[in-house]
């Protein structure tokens, strides 16, 4: 019994003093102040130089799909947004179907890789206003704002992102006014 025991406790002590493997330093492992490089595999956005030439070749790629009746383009910054128009009275899904395409299209290219598409034809009537005003050389200053609500309808909100303040307790719903509590 008393062998077996002494086995038992040889093999967990030379189990526990196993140098690293890999050839790696001994010292190297337990150095709390070690860093660890990793290479970023994101691609970056591509800086727009030329924003006037990219809304058009992003237009160019838009329209080139089929049941594509036309696109708009505006680029802000290093955003571009591109609002396509589809034939009246499309169903939902083949709308859908045409801008999954247009996305897919884009994508190909280096500047259309990270535009926003949207079908919706009130923010693509917004899209070709703001281009026209681009276009005659209007300021951006009040474009901008209209450029910010237009990607705010399209990029969806993530519950992760919602920052609420502390409520007031008599802000609850079901707060009676002048009772504590809700009472």
Request: net charge negative; with cysteine.
């Amino acid at each position: 019994m008393f062998v077996v025991v002494f086995l038992l406790l040889a093999v967990a002590l030379t189990g526990c003093n196993q140098s690293p493997k890999n050839g790696a330093n001994s010292s190297q492992a337990d150095d709390p102040n070690r860093q660890v490089k990793v290479q970023q595999t994101a691609p970056q956005k591509k800086e727009i130089q030329d924003a006037e030439g990219v809304a058009q070749r992003l237009e160019q790629i838009a329209t080139s799909i089929p049941n594509v009746e036309s696109a708009n383009c505006v680029v802000f910054g290093n955003t571009a947004v591109v609002g396509i128009n589809v034939p009246e009275g499309m169903d939902r899904a083949k709308v859908g179907t045409i801008k999954l395409s247009v996305a897919e299209a884009l994508k190909k290219d280096p500047y259309g890789v990270d535009a926003l598409v949207t079908a919706d034809m009130d923010l693509g009537e917004r899209l070709r206003q703001i281009r026209v005003h681009i276009q005659q050389g209007h300021g951006l200053n009040g474009l901008g704002e209209e450029l910010a609500a237009i990607i705010g309808r399209i990029v969806p909100q993530l519950p992760r992102d919602v920052d609420t303040p502390e409520a007031d307790p008599s802000d609850r719903p079901g707060a009676a006014v002048g009772q504590p509590n809700g009472l």
